[in-house]
């Protein structure tokens, strides 16, 4: 371009010069030639000159240009990279948490605990790599040949699991029922030493009266050291592992003791048979494996009757060879991994001890009638706390109520977890996706059998309950995830740390994004801590929570910046979601994960100029609760304030949100309703075999052209202005939105209000072939109370509508936690959503993340 330019120039200065010379030979005699000895005249040399300082310049031009655009060049590679780096690059403030923090040293009393929330009973150490410990266990002579318990599947069909009583510190009680037989796994901690202290299991087995005879059942204890730590085992009478001897940089010396079973506490039981393993794993994902291809039919076990059976036992570990398959090979650190497998007829009972080497002064062994004592005394102490914290008996709740209660909070706090690891993110700049720097998250989790891992937008619900209860466990998960932000503000929204949990993820859900958000829940979290600590200031649990806030502030800052950056929408102070589905050609409506609602219909072709009212509304509270706490810190909060003013300014929520048409609010986006999923003409030649094309899939029709309108999908978005509370008290809004909630053809069930209404065209439609409706008419737990925390705000607010919100709380709030308890009594469990025809619970279970804000429902504290 640079030469091309110089020579248009040159050309036009030489056509100059020829027009200026014509001129002359027009006006004067023509000039006799030069001789060939005569010196060229002063003019020439003159011209030359000028020709040689032109030529010069154009050259400096073109080199300057040149190293011009190769600074370019490499400052837009140097940008790039630098951009691509950020995406793993960690927020520059100081950590909420300090690097120690969860160590023994720190925090003795939460050291040791069932952070193990995937596995039916296990424990572990808050550490990056701990000791874990375990138990598996397995029917004999079963018409299945090897049923192995160990990891929460929801294939194992049991009848119900999960905590009856925990206190998220020192104990707790959980009821695993089997086909014919339940377990009781119990545990109590005692502090002492410089290691986090001592711990006892108790497991008791009993056969349900329904079994025609007592089963004979194994368990399987275990220890594995996690590429940190030695572990040794100790054998008497031939195969009885009596116990494991250990070390370990958090532990110090440790060491594990098996009991032998008893019926009772004191005779103990016979016929019990004993088997061991010791060998290496590379890693936690692989125990049950290792324990499956472990297993053999040789051994004998003599019945109470006399008879002998062969059983299933542990035996040598030898990998399993695939000839047809290519894998590489595992190249991680093998660590120890030792089993204690005891095969006894039911009833019986049986203890496993953990005994710190730095605990001295022991005054007694933790077993037996000393744990017995000791339990009764943890559950005496949680039940006095249960009733002072909810007050539900107080409120009249039977004692079948209560229980239930105590196992929704205790399955929450039995769940907590403690991962460490490191995510797989990725951004525009990145060709492939990168390993995030590693990190730990001490987090609760959804579902122990489908969910068990941490997810940002379920947080935020979990913590309204934990908070209630112990508000610094609040403080240190909400300080775990804060601290996982990167330095643009982003933190990732789903955390699958660690090989344990991500073999429980699909690979198409391991990368996270960075341009995608997810609903910012934690500012609930944050809102219950200022009210806990503003309302009580001088009580001790709470007086941490300034200390906390002023640490967790330039994180908060970053966080609420990069929503207000990242996912801005086209018109000022509206928003929109990232990350929306991009092929629509295969979904009936595509999907928007990153909102929390997933197959919610949005409008049908994805486009910038969407809003979506929900983001929006989140924003609005997000915005008044970072006032809240800059107020709170003396910090400036101006700002903050005049963003919480007009994002809750109605008037600009009517003007980008409410449709006239509908009557209600929505999305606003480029949409249409005429659409289908229709099957796929798939054309196959005369003559030609069916079975070599490919097979007709569903696909998308559109039938009328989409345009810029509003969704009209009536259901859990619409009411989001309501929900988290930015409508006055005294908006007409809330009247259409009451008269559509009590609406049975709309979104009213006798079991809680359905996602979507019955009414919309999308009304549980698949999105896909495959894809079966999820957010398109189920009941959620998560969403309907805060519809009954909204009605509570709306029926203490003088208004025209406080009686109709009156009317509405009592009615819904009864209806939730009716349905609620009566299918946990029916199915055993908690789920993650409810049939909104029939109030069968269905989805994940036991789901004892958000659908246990019952308990906060039931106590009526919002």
């Given amino acids: 371009m640079a030469a091309r330019g110089s020579a248009i120039v040159i050309h036009r200065l030489q056509k100059g010069r020829m027009g200026r010379q014509r001129k002359r030979v027009v006006t004067s005699e023509a000039a006799p030639p030069p001789r060939k000895d005569e010196k060229p005249s002063a003019f020439h040399r003159k011209e030359k000159k000028k020709k040689t300082d032109i030529g010069k310049v154009f050259i400096n031009i073109s080199i300057g240009l040149c190293i011009f655009s190769l600074i370019w060049f490499f400052y837009a590679l140097y940008m790039r990279s630098s951009l691509a780096k950020r995406v793993v690059t960690l927020h520059q403030s100081h950590p909420v948490l300090d690097a120690n923090s969860s160590s023994a040293k720190v925090s003795s009393e939460r050291f040791w605990g069932s952070y193990r929330p995937q596995v039916y009973f296990g424990m572990k150490t808050r550490s990056p790599k701990s000791m874990v410990t375990g138990m598996m266990w397995m029917r004999q002579f079963s018409d299945m040949d090897v049923n192995l318990r160990h990891t929460c599947e929801q294939g194992d069909r049991l009848q119900g699991y999960g905590w009856l009583m925990h206190d998220g510190i020192t104990f707790g009680v959980q009821e695993i029922r089997d086909n014919d037989f339940t377990l009781t796994t119990e545990f109590v901690k005692r502090m002492g030493g410089d290691h986090g202290g001592d711990w006892t299991w108790r497991i008791t087995a009993k056969q349900h009266s329904s079994a025609p005879q007592a089963p004979v059942i194994s368990l399987m204890f275990y220890a594995a050291a996690d590429t940190q730590g030695s572990l040794e085992a100790h054998v008497e009478e031939k195969n009885r592992l009596a116990s494991i001897t250990g070390f370990s940089e958090e532990l110090g010396n440790f060491k594990i003791t098996f009991r032998k079973p008893v019926i009772g506490e004191l005779s103990s039981a016979k016929y019990a048979s004993y088997n061991y393993l010791k060998t290496v794993s590379p890693g936690l994902e692989k125990l049950t494996e290792i324990v499956r291809h472990s297993l053999n039919h040789r051994f004998v076990y003599n019945l109470p009757s006399g008879e002998k059976r062969h059983y299933i036992a542990v035996d040598t570990y030898k990998p399993p060879h695939h000839q047809n ?32 080497g730095s605990f001295h002064r022991r005054p007694n062994q933790l077993v037996g009638s000393i744990m017995t004592q000791e339990l009764e005394n943890r559950k005496a102490e949680f039940d006095t706390k249960f009733e002072r914290t909810f007050g539900l008996e107080s409120k009249g709740f039977s004692q079948a109520h209560v229980r239930f209660g105590k196992a929704a909070l205790s399955n929450m706090l039995g769940g907590m977890g403690y991962f460490h690891g490191q995510s797989v993110v990725q951004s525009v700049y990145n060709e492939y996706p990168l390993l995030y720097p590693e990190g730990a998250l001490f987090t609760a989790v959804p579902s122990r059998s489908f969910f068990p891992r941490g997810f940002l937008w379920d947080e935020g619900f979990h913590q309204l309950l934990l908070s209630k209860w112990d508000p610094q466990v609040s403080r240190e998960a909400i300080a775990h995830w804060i601290d996982l932000m990167n330095v643009e503000g982003w933190i990732p929204r789903e955390q699958i740390l660690g090989d344990e949990a991500r073999s429980k993820v699909p690979a198409e859900f391991v990368v996270q994004r960075n341009e995608n958000a997810n609903p910012p829940t934690l500012f609930l979290a944050l809102q219950k801590l200022i009210e806990q600590f503003s309302d009580n200031p001088d009580k001790a649990a709470f007086q941490p929570t300034l200390p906390f806030l002023r640490r967790l502030f330039p994180r908060l800052k970053t966080w609420f910046e990069w929503y207000n950056t990242t996912q801005t929408g086209p018109l000022p102070n509206s928003y929109r979601w990232r990350g929306r589905d991009k092929d629509t050609n295969l979904f009936l409506n595509p999907k928007t994960l990153t909102s929390g609602l997933d197959d919610y219909p949005r409008a049908s072709h994805p486009s910038a100029d969407e809003r979506h009212v929900d ?12 006032a809240s706490v800059a107020r709170l810190l003396g910090e400036p909060h101006q700002d903050y304030e005049l963003s919480h003013q007009v994002l809750c300014d109605n008037n600009l929520l009517n003007e980008l949100h409410w449709s006239e048409q509908l009557r209600a609010f929505g999305d606003f986006g480029n949409h ?14 005369p003559g030609q075999p069916r079975h070599q094309f490919p097979v007709a899939r569903l696909v998308r029709s559109v039938r009328k052209a989409p345009k810029l309108q ?36 709309k979104l009213w069930t006798p079991y809680g209000l359905r996602s979507l209404s019955k009414a919309d065209t999308m009304y549980m439609k698949r999105n896909t072939e495959h894809d079966a409706p999820y957010w398109r008419g189920p009941i959620w737990i998560n969403i309907n109370y805060l519809a009954v925390r909204a009605l509570h705000h709306y029926r203490n607010k003088e208004g025209p509508y406080q009686g109709k919100a009156a009317a509405l709380y009592e009615e819904l709030r009864t209806n939730i936690i009716n349905n609620v308890y009566r299918q946990y009594l029916e199915t055993g469990y908690i789920w993650e959503q409810y049939n909104d025809s029939t109030g069968r619970g269905q989805g994940s279970h036991p789901f004892t993340g958000w659908s246990a804000l019952t308990v906060l429902m039931m106590a009526e504290q919002y």
């Avoid at 093998?334 to 496993?352: A, G, K, L, N, Y």
């Fill in 325 to 356: 398959q290519q894998k590489p090979p595992d190249t991680r650190k093998e660590s120890d991994f030792v089993v204690h497998q005891v095969t006894v007829q039911m009833p019986f009972q049986i203890e496993v001890l953990f005994e710190s």
């Fill in 615 to 626: 983001l929006h509304c989140w924003m609005a509270l997000s915005s008044g609760i970072m």
């Fill in 710 to 745: 509003y969704v009209n999908a009536l259901g859990y978005v619409s009411l989001f202005p309501f929900l988290l509370q930015i409508l006055q008290p005294a908006s007409p809004k809330l009247e259409h939105i009451f008269r559509d909630i009590r609406d049975s053809d």
């Fill in 672 to 685: 249409t309703q005429a659409v289908s999923l229709q099957q796929e003409k798939v054309y196959v030649p």
